[in-house]
């Protein structure tokens, strides 16, 4: 028998539907419970259809600041996930570089040194 995995995502919503509270957990992530998030953004790749499919939400209480900091994160995380599944360096390189440039642009000035 094939072995699974489960991930759970909790979304608590305020009375317009907003998200307040992000919650997730999951089997094999080596520790119990719920983490909290301030944001999720989940992309499914539709293999019927070919395109991506996606779920992007964020909490209240995720800053301008932090949620630039995540966009960077994740952009670096895609650069690595398309060298490891690709092998292509020269087009995950092109992504570092875009999420380096894209970080200067959304960095304040107060917070450069």
Do not use: C
């Not at 650069?79 to 390189?93: L, M, P, Q, V």
């Amino acid at each position: 028998m094939a072995r699974t995995s489960d991930i759970k995502l909790t979304v608590e919503l305020d009375d317009n539907k907003l998200p307040e509270k992000i919650l997730w957990e999951a089997t094999d992530s080596g520790f119990e419970g719920q983490l909290e998030a301030k944001t999720l953004m989940l992309s499914l790749w539709d293999k019927n259809e070919e395109v991506t499919l996606g779920i992007d939400l964020w909490t209240k209480e995720m800053m301008v600041n932090d949620m630039s900091k995540h966009f960077h994160q994740m952009m670096l995380k895609m650069a690595d996930t398309y060298r490891r599944s690709t092998k292509d360096d020269e087009a995950a390189k092109m992504i570092e570089d875009f999420a380096s440039d894209f970080l200067e642009k959304v960095t304040p000035e107060e917070e450069k040194s």
